[in-house]
T-cell receptor, first 114, second 114 residues
Framework: GAGVSQSPSNKVTEKGKDVELRCDPI?????LYWYRQSLGQGLEFLIY????????KSGLPSDRFSAERTGGSVSTLTIQRTQQEDSAVYLC????????????FGPGTRLTVL | AQSVTQLGSHVSVSEGALVLLRCNYS??????LFWYVQYPNQGLQLLLK??????LVKGINGFEAEFKKSETSFHLTKPSAHMSDAAEYFC????????????FGKGTRLSVIA
């Protein structure tokens, strides 16, 4: 079956612009996660959804970052007023039920803020 | 709070040599432990997972890892490296409550020399 997909695969934007990153999880997976991967920094947890609600938003770096999930499926990560330090690869993952389950990752969106 | 330490940000081995990637975790109770692999420009792929069923866990592509509670370690090994094993490897830990996100190590980049 289809895996986790993300779009766009690459995004170049100017400082101060808003961007939206999309994630389509594996069908039937109720848990969805967003991570940020910066060069040499490993994976930084951003936010987790169980269904459409986000029990854990602790990783969002600032109030410029927000995310939503609709219909228990697609999720959008929005970064407002982008800064150069937002440049990174944004990874989405999904798991069948709960947060401790095996996570399946998408290919990521590479964001470059000029 | 849980944490994961991967010793060595970069490991280089010759083709055919033993691969050993180190991972130590910090947790008050035995957790779930994972190894993921990331090939260039791709998302993370699960190699193997420890869930307390057996201390020696076999994964894909000939990799295996042994859970050692006394050493709080979960090192990844492969008897004979192949050129296609060159990638970034991440160790991750999750607690058994299922209520906290995976905590990832910073990753180890494996290079395989012909």
């Amino acid at each position: 079956g289809a895996g986790v997909s993300q779009s766009p695969s690459n995004k170049v934007t100017e400082k101060g612009k808003d961007v939206e990153l999309r994630c389509d999880p594996i069908s039937g997976h109720t848990a969805l996660y967003w991570y940020r991967q910066s060069l040499g920094q490993g994976l930084e947890f951003l936010i987790y959804f169980q269904g459409n609600s986000a029990p854990d938003k602790s990783g969002l770096p600032s109030d410029r970052f927000s995310a939503e999930r609709t219909g228990g499926s697609v999720s959008t990560l929005t970064i407002q007023r982008t800064q150069q330090e937002d440049s990174a690869v944004y990874l989405c993952a999904s798991s069948l039920t709960r947060i401790g389950d095996t996570q399946y990752f998408g290919p990521g969106t590479r964001l470059t803020v000029l | 709070a849980q944490s994961v330490t991967q010793l060595g940000s970069h490991v280089s081995v010759s083709e055919g040599a033993l691969v050993l990637l180190r991972c130590n975790y910090s947790s008050s109770v035995p957790p779930y432990l994972f190894w993921y692999v990331q090939y260039p420009n791709q998302g993370l792929q699960l190699l193997l997972k420890y869930t307390s069923a057996a201390t020696l866990v076999k994964g894909i592509n000939g990799f295996e890892a042994e859970f050692k509670k006394s050493e709080t370690s979960f090192h990844l090994t492969k008897p004979s490296a192949h050129m296609s094993d060159a990638a970034e490897y991440f160790c991750a830990v999750s607690d058994l409550s299922g209520n906290t996100p995976l905590v990832f190590g910073k990753g180890t980049r494996l290079s395989v020399i012909a």
